[in-house]
């Protein structure tokens, strides 16, 4: 189990905790901020299962030249704009690499 992992599970377990009322939802003043920081950091990260790496190995898949910068708007905009409900798949990345190629295009 990673620190994502983890920290997701702790949370979970004291969100629980507190909707049970078991703990209050002040926490009894637990600190729990770095958890939240750590999950923060972590989920900017990553958009559904998919991280800067996978988007950069598409973008060399489909000859395309982009930036890590660029492979970060490309999860920015998979996980703000994305549609679980027709699915998320490799094309979907690559969808979205035409998206960030066409703003850089534009700028």
Partial sequence: MDTLQIAQSIKQHLI?????????LDMNGLDIAPIEDILKREDSKTAFGFDVNDVLQQAEDDEIEITEQEAQAVISYMRYKGDVSIGISWETVSYFIGRVVEDRIKE
């Fill in 16 to 24: 629980d905790l507190a909707v049970n009322d078991q703990l209050p």
